[in-house]
């Protein structure tokens, strides 16, 4: 964390548990990945340092996929995602601020399904507002490029995707991209 300061650079730990998220806040990391079974004290030293969540839900839901294989506990599954939705509720609780991530690449989550992560974020507890904001506005404000992207606003690049239904009616719609321009310049249009 330290070195990677003195580049400016961001710092994430990859945490579950309330000791291991204290002691990535307490070192000064940017955000947390995961970050699923906290109580509220660790809640509340997130934002008080400023400590972003990426809470992940497509790993969460890669781990119930598996729960047929050998050795999987399927009540420990169904466990962890009630005690998860604790946790998001929590985070919302306390104003610690919900970043979006999928944790793509890993078995079950291939690249190019992230946009699942949506559907999962509303499933756990979040509104369509809350998830869709995350992936824009809170990722833009944890990688500290506000300035650049994540609103709409003069003076930012013009990076817009665009849906045949509005997605805080039916969240399902962010699977379905019907127009994507980067920085001024449309890579898709249907």
């Given amino acids: 964390v330290t070195v990677s300061k003195s580049f400016k650079a961001k710092t ?58 050998k050795g999987l506990d399927k009540e420990r599954e169904y466990n962890l995602k009630k005690r998860i939705r604790e946790t998001l509720d929590i985070y919302r609780l306390k104003g610690v601020r919900i970043g979006f991530g999928s944790d793509a690449a890993i ?25 869709l904001i995350a992936s824009t506005r809170t990722n833009a404000e944890l990688l500290g490029l506000d300035n650049q992207i994540g609103t709409i606003e003069v003076g930012k690049f013009a990076d817009l995707t665009a849906y045949d ?22 890579y898709k249009s249907s």
């Fill in 12 to 69: 994430c730990a990859h945490a579950h548990g309330e000791e291991s998220i204290k002691n990535a806040v307490l070192a000064g990391v940017d955000s947390i990945e995961h970050g699923h079974d906290i109580n509220e004290e660790v809640a509340e030293l997130m934002k008080a340092n400023n400590t972003f969540v990426v809470p992940t839900l497509m790993a969460v839901s890669s781990r119930n996929q598996r729960a047929h294989l």
């Fill in 107 to 131: 078995p079950y989550i291939s690249h190019g399904r992230q946009a699942v992560e949506f559907e999962l974020m509303v499933e756990y507890g979040l509104t369509t507002a809350e998830a």
């Fill in 165 to 186: 239904k509005n997605p805080l009616n039916d969240i399902r719609a962010m699977s379905d991209c019907k127009f994507v321009m980067k920085n001024g310049v449309v």
